[in-house]
């Protein structure tokens, strides 16, 4: 699964933005899936979780103006994809305004 979130501003304000978003979610997150890779390298977040039971890996690249997200699903969650993506699309829009 891939996609383009848009967002205003600059690479650094959104990198910033998604660490703030993960410090301040984290016991939401935390509550709901197994985290097992957070990592940062320059900018692109790379990610895994499991949740319930499905693992869950992906990365998240920031550019100016732009997330671009990719995360590769378990092949029972494909026939989803769509919905999850668009799950995904409204919280995200929710927490970058």
Same mark, same amino acid.
């Given at each position: ?12 304000? $959104?990198? !910033?933005?998604?660490?703030? #978003? ?10 709901? !899936? !197994? ?9 692109? #977040? ?6 319930? $039971?499905?693992?869950?890996? $992906? ?13 590769? #699903?378990? #092949? !029972? ?21």
């Amino acid at each position: 699964m891939q996609f383009k979130l848009p967002f205003k501003g600059s690479q650094d304000e $959104g990198i !910033a933005r998604i660490k703030q #978003l993960l410090k301040e979610h984290r016991a939401q997150i935390t509550e709901k !899936a !197994a985290v097992s890779k957070e990592e940062w390298n320059g900018n692109v #977040l790379s990610f895994a979780f499991d949740l319930e $039971g499905k693992h869950i890996e $992906g990365t998240v690249t920031v550019r100016d103006n732009e997330f671009d997200v990719y995360a590769k #699903l378990p #092949l !029972a969650l494909r026939l989803f994809e769509g919905t999850i993506e668009r799950m995904i699309e409204a919280e995200a829009q929710k927490m970058v305004r």
